[in-house]
């Protein structure tokens, strides 16, 4: 971040939200049916961890990692629990550089589900660029095209931003377009990408 733009941000007061957020989303963390500023809450959570890590003291972290534990160990997390705490796993991600905490991100990037498959997408688009796909994320990248799930273009996106080469992308990208037969606008988009050329983002936001 640029000197200008730190001077502009008071620290103080993003901790603060922070604090406030995280403690709000474990007030409503049973709430039923999820209320969109429950998601938001994660979400900014996730994003301050990302984008304004110098924000985000080491005992927020500390407290955020003992409260994720805490809601794995719950008898319903795996039903209930694991996609509320999506935005939490990337921020400790982001925070601690662990790619442990990417395992259930990883792991639902291609849910069956299409609202609780676009709210793990979207979580783990702000941390792509970090990542390297592993044989499990290219699985489920190749399944989503492969069954063509609603949005099954967007996770081959954020694969064209992670950090491998572009040649190694494009190769990869290209490998997908000649392996499965995929929906005209997702062909398109596949396309532009295993050309190195940028695509546009048009499908809204999808609240679970």
């Not at 200008?4 to 957020?21: F, G, H």
């Not at 961890?49 to 319903?76: C, H, I």
């Not at 996770?155 to 929906?183: G, H, M, P, Y």
Request: net charge neutral; aromatic share 10%; hydrophobic share 45%.
């Amino acid at each position: 971040m640029s000197a200008l733009s730190t001077a502009s941000i008071s620290l103080d007061r993003v901790q603060r939200v922070l604090w406030n957020q995280l403690e709000h989303f474990q007030i409503g963390f049973d709430e039923h049916p999820i209320p969109e500023n429950q998601d938001l809450r994660a979400l900014s959570i996730a994003w301050i961890a990302v984008f304004l890590k110098e924000a985000v003291p080491p005992s927020f972290v500390e407290t955020l990692m003992a409260l994720v534990l805490r809601f794995r160990a719950r008898a319903d997390f795996s039903n209930f629990g694991w996609y509320r705490v999506s935005p939490l796993d990337i921020a400790l991600f982001a925070s601690t550089g662990d790619r442990a905490w990417l395992c259930d991100v990883a792991s639902n990037l291609d849910h069956h589900k299409r609202s609780l498959r676009r709210f793990v997408v979207n979580s783990f688009a702000l941390v792509a660029n970090r990542v390297t796909f592993d044989r499990e994320m290219l699985d489920r990248t190749a399944h989503n095209l492969q069954v063509r799930h609603s949005g099954c273009e967007e996770l081959a996106v954020l694969f064209a931003t992670s950090d491998l080469t572009n040649a190694e992308k494009k190769k990869q990208i290209s490998q997908w377009l000649s392996q499965f037969r995929l929906n005209p606008h997702e062909e398109e988009c596949l396309r532009h990408l295993a050309a190195g050329e940028y695509v546009v983002n048009q499908r809204p936001q999808t609240h679970h």
